[in-house]
């Protein structure tokens, strides 16, 4: 069992920057995906960034060129700049997890949420 926990949520008004950490706890094989979600009221829990084992990251559209998605192994970072209002929202953790050697099976881990709150 992983346990993904996170920090650096808080408030900060339009323009600012806030910077998220996640950490994971240990595992027996690697953490294949960690990511960031986020959902507002009444909306729907959407990507907001990812960064796989290999390297490779990629963004929602309306994040480039504003967030930066970091990992180093079992902790990964987001770099928020610019916020905006809309960004308002529980911003969570995910870690999709390797259960085998060669990553055949894995299982997909959240985080509790950090509440990010951007005002105008």
């Known amino acids: 069992q992983v346990q993904l926990v996170e920090s650096g949520g808080g408030s900060v008004q339009a323009g600012g920057s806030l910077r998220l950490s996640c950490a994971a706890s240990?595992?027996?094989?690697?953490?294949?995906?960690m990511a960031w979600y986020r959902q507002a009221p009444g909306k729907q829990r959407e990507l907001v960034a990812s960064?796989?084992?290999?390297?490779t990251s990629m963004y929602a559209d309306s994040v480039k060129g504003r967030f930066t998605i970091s990992r180093d192994n079992a902790n990964v970072y987001l770099q928020m700049n610019n916020l905006e209002p809309e960004e308002t929202a529980v911003y969570y953790c995910?870690?999709?997890?390797?259960?085998?050697?060669?990553?055949?099976?894995?299982?997909?881990?959240w985080g509790q949420g950090t509440q990010v709150t951007v005002s105008s």
């Open positions: 995910y870690a999709r997890v390797c259960e085998t050697l060669f990553c055949s099976y894995t299982k997909d881990y």
């Open positions: 240990k595992n027996k094989f690697r953490i294949d995906v």
């Open positions: 960064a796989t084992h290999a390297g």
